[in-house]
């Protein structure tokens, strides 16, 4: 979804509300490096109690792709870090959990920020009685 709503941005980068999106999305790549950071330490601290954990992940991970809300190769990058904690037998619970943690949040921020520009490009709701109103204004109303 990043990579989309960057394509569909770029046509109206001059327009102040779209580089605020811009900077949005900035800030949730800067969030999946983040993840990134904080996953590595992992690889030397601890074994990992059980698959189902690291499972877990790759649903979140693979969920979080599917809706386009972390970007593909962001999402790889991951999932080969987990794949290589995995094969050493070293992740902490901790990070897991603080990865799951941050995975939620991004995706959050990325709905968040959907919403914003659905928003931004559809325009805010019209209450009927404004659009009688401005129909008058404009002389003619719908029925």
């Not at 001059?14 to 999305?25: H, K, P, R, V, Y």
């Not at 900035?26 to 074994?47: F, V």
């Not at 792709?65 to 619970?93: M, P, Y």
């Not at 921020?109 to 520009?117: G, R, T, V, Y």
């Amino acid at each position: 979804m990043i990579s989309h709503l960057k394509n569909s941005l770029a046509a109206a980068e001059a327009d102040s509300d779209w580089q605020l999106f811009n900077e949005e999305i900035d800030k949730l790549e800067t969030q999946i490096d983040k993840l990134e950071t904080q996953l590595a330490p992992a690889k030397g601290n601890a074994k990992i109690s059980n698959g189902e954990e690291v499972g877990q992940i790759r649903v979140a991970l693979e969920e979080a792709r599917s809706k386009g809300k972390v970007s593909k190769e962001k999402n790889d990058t991951l999932e080969a870090q987990l794949a290589a904690a995995k094969e050493d037998g070293k992740a902490s619970n901790k990070m897991i959990a603080n990865l799951e943690t941050e995975l939620t949040a991004v995706k959050e921020d990325a709905n968040n920020l959907w919403e914003k520009i659905v928003n931004f490009e559809t325009g805010p709701p019209v209450a009927e009685e404004d659009a009688d109103s401005v129909a008058i204004c404009v002389g003619f109303k719908l029925d």
